[in-house]
């Protein structure tokens, strides 16, 4: 399969180039600091992006950071991986940012190989722990939806978790120290071959482009098998919430029918009869009386019970809609972002080959992931209710 995606990406990746004019006036270069200054002032927009990404990135995971570990209180169950989250997501934003930054800054004049291979590796690591973190909520969240009563309070064991977790991480991309180095890419302008060197995979020694290959591969199976999981697990706390609802529904009918019932009830006392059936034709009375527009009024009141209990039944599973939509933005920003990089492999020289929109393009969608660690504090803002109010707290004080 994957060969297939990679022929299908080689049969548009030639279209682009055919259709690029990726160094206009490359025979003006005559050192390679005038080549790095032109790269430099290209990918100009990516690296504006990226750095807002981390403004914005490291602003709001510090907002979560502060009011989930200091100001907000209760529901530790529901909340106790958050904090967490957001520490690993405030570190992948960091890193990843960086090092994307210094691929922009010295894209064919990277100073250090050991610089290249030690920001890979963080950012690699940071954002894998994040993503771990991800399942581990799900599995949390999965257990207190589908098996509550098995569920128990997860302070010591899902502390464990986070370090395991992190550890697995440092395990998987430890590789990253064998398959990264400085990669020489030419340029021959004015009868000179301009050689630089660029952060990037090996890909001169065939037996290490091998591995390097597989490894890949690897760590793209396993994100695949993360996301499948991830899916699994919430639909089945989709269905379990469903199912609630629905007998919740039938609770609360029996309930109104056994109160009907009761009230129909009549008792065997004549008094209380001649009472009943004079109020019975008082109200067939004044029913006559009342216009039989009411029926408006009957269906705002429909309206307002049913708002009331969607309301309720948000209220009650809010929380799991919240990691819902993490792990939903989780699966859409790793998926392009995962393909390009398999089809990298094919082509490791295609950012010297693509026109300024379409390079710009393709960075967005290969770099698309970072918003999986920028946007979630919005998405504790939007689910959130006690993280909302305290937050609205906290800055009316500031004013005063």
């Known amino acids: 399969m994957i060969d297939k995606w990679s022929e299908e990406f080689n049969k548009t990746f030639s279209v682009w180039r055919e259709e690029s004019t990726p160094w206009p006036g490359r025979d003006e270069f005559r050192s390679l600091d005038e080549w790095n200054a032109m790269l430099v002032h290209k990918l100009l927009f990516n690296t504006v992006l990226l750095w807002i990404y981390c403004v914005v990135g490291v602003i709001g995971n510090s907002v979560v950071l502060f009011f989930y570990t200091f100001r907000i209180k209760g529901k530790l169950e529901d909340r106790f991986l958050i904090p967490h989250l957001a520490f690993f997501d405030l570190l992948a934003t960091v890193f990843t940012t960086v090092d994307k930054t210094l691929d922009n800054v010295f894209p064919v004049t990277y100073p250090n190989y050991l610089l290249c291979q030690f920001s890979n590796f963080t950012s690699r690591v940071f954002a894998a722990t994040g993503d771990g973190i991800l399942l581990l909520i799900a599995f949390q969240r999965y257990h207190r939806i589908c098996r509550p009563f098995q569920f128990q309070r997860p302070l010591p064991n899902d502390r464990i978790c986070v370090i395991l977790m992190f550890a697995a991480a440092i395990v998987l991309n430890s590789p990253v120290f064998l398959f990264y180095e400085l990669h020489q890419v030419h340029l021959e302008a004015n009868d000179l071959?301009?050689?630089?060197?660029?952060?990037?995979?090996?890909?001169?020694?065939?037996?290490?482009?091998?591995?390097?290959?597989?490894?890949?591969?690897?760590?793209?199976?396993?994100?695949?098998?993360?996301?499948?999981?991830?899916?699994?697990?919430?639909?089945?706390?989709?269905?379990a919430i469903k199912d609630s609802a629905i007998k919740t529904s039938k609770n609360r009918k029996q309930s109104i029918d056994v109160i009907s019932a009761n009230a129909d009830y009549v008792t065997s006392d004549p008094s209380e009869c001649w009472v009943k059936s004079t109020a019975d034709d008082q109200t067939k009375n004044s029913e006559r009386s009342i216009p039989r527009n009411n029926s408006s009024a009957i269906s705002l009141g429909r309206w307002a019970t049913l708002t009331t209990t969607l309301r309720n039944r948000y209220q009650t599973n809010r929380f799991s809609y919240m990691f819902m939509t993490i792990a939903l933005l989780f699966i859409v920003t790793y998926i392009p972002s995962n393909v390009l990089k398999i089809c990298e492999l094919h082509h490791p020289d295609m950012w010297t080959e693509l026109s300024h929109w379409k390079l710009h393009t393709y960075l967005f969608f290969r770099q698309v992931y970072i918003l999986n660690h920028v946007v979630n504090p919005f998405i504790y803002g939007l689910f959130d209710s006690g993280f909302r109010r305290n937050l609205i707290l906290f800055f009316r004080c500031s004013k005063n």
């Open 193 to 239: 071959d301009i050689v630089g060197y660029r952060c990037d995979h090996i890909h001169h020694h065939k037996q290490f482009n091998d591995l390097m290959t597989g490894y890949d591969v690897i760590v793209f199976v396993l994100i695949v098998v993360v996301m499948v999981i991830i899916s699994v697990l919430y639909i089945l706390i989709a269905r």
